[in-house]
């Protein structure tokens, strides 16, 4: 069984621009979520994705949008990025949705705006 | 609302030390409750879970009991490692709208001397 993947690990980008993280869920999983962690705190919940449809958000504004492929695969989609945006990023999948369970994490990505 | 509340640290110990890291919970219905471990650098990983009243989740020697008298879910170690240094996430998963998230406490930092 495969893990929690995600693409690249690190990223450093300039206020304003957009960026694109990546994600490929475990095998078997047919939910994506997705987290953000500021330094020093515990990861806050951006939304969540099943049957590439966004399945319910966190408390995060709509430049942050996400997508979900038949493969399970899935990405994070950041506009007009903001200093604040700086964080680690993690994707985690689970199975199934509607039911309170145990999602898996990946290694995250480390973005940084300048 | 749910939230999870945990002991703040750091927390130092020397090897071979007796390890407890508290973690109450706030939540509506019947959560899973879980401690997640980070690594320097890493993602986070699941250590344990448990998903109901008096459930005891273990793993590598960790272990945590499902205490909904009073809501807690502390995790205890009997004798500890140098490579136990990481931090450690108490959570709970919850249903928002039909999708599952998972609730952060801010995390504890655990430093173990040689």
Same mark, same amino acid.
């Given at each position: ?12 980008? %300039? ?25 020093? #705190? ?37 506009? /007009? ?10 994707? /985690? ?9 145990? #999602?898996?994490?990946?290694?995250? %990505?480390?973005? %940084?705006?300048? | ?48 879970? /448990? ?33 136990? *240094? ?11 709208? *039909? ?16």
């Amino acid at each position: 069984e495969t893990g929690v993947t995600q693409s690249p690990t690190h990223l450093i980008k %300039t206020r304003g621009q957009q960026v694109t993280l990546r994600c490929s869920s475990q095998s078997g999983h047919n939910t994506v979520s997705w987290y953000q962690q500021a330094l020093g #705190q515990g990861p806050q919940f951006i939304f969540q994705y099943y049957r590439e449809e966004e399945n319910g958000r966190g408390n995060f504004p709509p430049r942050f949008s996400g997508l979900q492929f038949p493969n399970y695969s899935s990405e994070l989609n950041v506009n /007009a990025l903001e200093l604040d945006d700086s964080a680690l990023y993690l994707c /985690a999948s689970g199975s199934p949705a509607g039911v309170a369970d145990t #999602q898996y994490f990946g290694p995250g %990505t480390r973005l %940084t705006v300048l | 609302g749910n939230s999870v509340t945990q002991m703040e640290g750091p927390v130092t110990l020397s090897e071979e030390a007796f390890l407890t890291i508290n973690c109450t919970y706030t939540a509506t219905g019947y959560p899973s409750l879980f401690w997640y471990v980070q690594y320097p650098g890493e993602g986070l990983q699941l250590l344990l879970k /448990a998903t109901k009243a008096d459930d005891k989740g273990s793993n590598k020697g960790f272990e945590a009991t499902y205490r909904k008298e009073t809501t807690s879910f502390h995790l205890e170690k009997g004798s500890v490692q140098v490579s136990d *240094s990481a931090v450690y996430f108490c959570a709970l998963s919850a249903l928002y709208s *039909s999708a599952s998230k998972i609730i952060f406490g801010s995390g504890t930092r655990l430093s173990i001397r040689p």
